[in-house]
């Protein structure tokens, strides 16, 4: 199970240093091949980022679930971007987290993580 993660202010590139995953930046030009898991942050007024929108419309065959980072300072908006690619790919939403993240943010992920490598072998 891949991971792609967009990040345009820093806190999701934290994030992944946190769990110490061999994930992936993501960019509009790439094309996985294998399932994956996409984190994206939120835009906008809770807006899927373009980059992001490009990137799951070319990619839209093997992405898994999606984790949205978010700040709830947004309120309603909050992590939004998430929402909106499980609605429109149906996929899961597997989890939100602020900035990024805190310590039960990395358990809950490498738990989801783990969760979603048993399902892809068997
Ligand atoms: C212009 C702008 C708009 C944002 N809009 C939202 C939003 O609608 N909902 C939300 O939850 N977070 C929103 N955020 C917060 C970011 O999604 C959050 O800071 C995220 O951690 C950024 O990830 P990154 O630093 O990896 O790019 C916004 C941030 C910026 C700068």
Redesign the pocket.
């Known amino acids: 199970m891949e991971l792609i ?11 992944i240093h946190k769990i110490e995953n061999n994930a992936i930046s993501g960019n509009a030009d790439l094309l996985v091949n294998k399932p994956f898991i996409l984190i994206t ?7 899927v980022p373009a980059e992001v929108d490009t990137f799951c419309e070319n990619n839209k065959g093997f992405l898994m679930g999606v984790i ?7 309120g309603s ?5 998430a929402d909106i690619i499980s609605d429109k790919y149906n996929v899961p939403v597997l989890m ?1 987290f ?3 993240g805190n310590i039960y943010d990395i358990e809950k992920f490498k738990e989801i993580y783990k969760g979603m490598v048993k399902n892809e072998l068997f």
């Not at 942050?41 to 807006?47: A, I, K, N, P």
């Not at 908006?77 to 971007?81: C, H, M």
């Open positions: 993660y967009f990040s345009k202010t820093g806190n999701i590139k934290r994030f942050y939120t835009t906008g007024m809770g807006q949205a980072s978010g700040n709830k300072n947004w908006l909050y992590g939004l971007s939100k602020e900035l990024s």
